[in-house]
């Protein structure tokens, strides 16, 4: 059952036609970051099993199938993961794409162990990931 999905700033792009990078395919369906219950599953998967709480990231291309909606089917080999107890859906929901961006910059840096990374303009989601 899906519980909650997030607001990044693209998705408030392609809600209000902003979005400048090409075209959409429609019907569109904004969103990327998603967390619920697992309701099935196809007979590949072995990872998850019906009632496993989970977070994930998922858009279609072009928007398609985005995760503002009541159900969302993910692809086997798709961005899903369990979701942490300690973790509301609502909290859950908001850390894929912010978490995955903020880990994709650190990354790229290769700071060695004990070193600091200053973070600057951490206003918004990535910068707040705590990735």
Do not use: M
């Amino acid at each position: 059952a899906f519980r909650a999905a997030s607001i990044n700033p693209i998705d408030v792009r392609v809600s209000t036609g902003r979005y400048p990078w090409g075209k959409y395919e429609y019907p569109v369906v904004p969103g990327f970051d998603f967390a619920g219950v697992v309701e099935t599953i196809d007979d590949e998967v072995t990872s998850f099993n019906a009632g496993d709480e989970v977070l994930g990231y998922w858009s279609a291309k072009r928007f398609h199938r985005g995760t503002w909606a009541e159900r969302v089917a993910i692809r086997a080999d798709g961005f899903v993961v369990r979701k942490p107890k300690c973790l509301t859906f609502d909290l859950a929901a908001a850390l894929p794409l912010a978490a995955a961006t903020a880990l994709l910059c650190i990354d790229a840096v290769q700071p060695l162990e004990g070193e600091a990374v200053l973070i600057t303009g951490a206003g918004g989601a990535i910068g707040a990931s705590g990735a």
